[in-house]
């Protein structure tokens, strides 16, 4: 089955203290990405991937840092959370279909910065 | 001014009638169009995708895009309380493979 999978699916955790949380796709997809969605600000990206070792900064990269060493892979990784980075998190992969991209996300992951 | 933008609802609809959601979006250069659908603390879930003007149909759903007006909606037909969820817009705005995102509209199907 074609899917993207996220591990934790919840995290608590405190200040200071780094994370990691993976995500993997067996779609070959050359595109990979991190979401986090907050009320009322929507899907924000975080950081993507063109390919394996080309990663580039979205929207809101403060605080995280990303690494692509297979394709199939694509961590995040927050080296000293804060309360702020407290949000529901998803990761996509993004392939084509008839000829345009088309982009299909993990079930997410819950954090909680304390 | 937002890239992609959404009325946030919510938009309450009786079974069995039809929801129309709309989205604008400002980069004149995009070329690729999608509904998600998420549920409550769910992943989007994609619904539809549209690449040129005029609409497409998938089952209950229509897709309609008008590049000059910049404007997308999606219709649900027969609506049922299972379609109710926040749809979400997308736009490939951009890289080739980079989504922006309106913030949602919440749909809620009454019986």
């Known amino acids: 089955e074609a899917q993207v999978t996220q591990n934790p699916r919840y995290l608590i955790t405190v200040t200071g203290k780094k994370l990691t949380v993976t995500c993997s796709q067996n779609?070959?997809?050359?595109?990979m990405s991190w979401y986090r969605q907050d009320p009322g600000l929507g899907l924000r990206q975080i950081y993507y991937s063109m390919n394996v070792e080309v990663t580039d900064k979205g929207d809101v990269p403060e605080g995280y840092k990303v690494s692509r060493k297979e394709k199939r892979n694509f961590p995040l990784i927050l080296e000293s959370p804060s309360p702020n980075q407290t949000s529901l998190y998803f990761c996509a992969s993004t392939g084509l279909a008839g000829g345009y991209n088309e982009q299909f996300f993990g079930p997410g992951t819950r954090l909680t910065v304390l | 001014q937002k890239e992609v933008e959404q009325n946030s609802g919510p938009l309450s609809v009786p079974e069995g009638a039809i929801a129309s959601l709309n989205c604008t979006y400002s980069d004149r250069g995009s070329q690729s169009f999608f509904w998600y659908r998420q549920y409550s603390g769910k992943s989007p879930e994609l619904i539809m995708s549209i690449y040129s003007n005029g609409d497409k149909e998938d089952g209950r759903f229509t897709a309609q895009l008008n590049k000059a007006s910049q404007y997308v909606s999606l219709l649900i037909r027969d609506s049922q309380p299972s379609d109710s969820a926040t749809y979400l817009c997308?736009?490939?705005?951009?890289?080739?493979?980079?989504?922006?995102f309106g913030t949602g509209t919440r749909l809620q199907v009454t019986l």
């Open positions: 997308a736009v490939n705005t951009g890289t080739a493979s980079k989504l922006t």
């Open positions: 779609m070959n997809h050359e595109y």
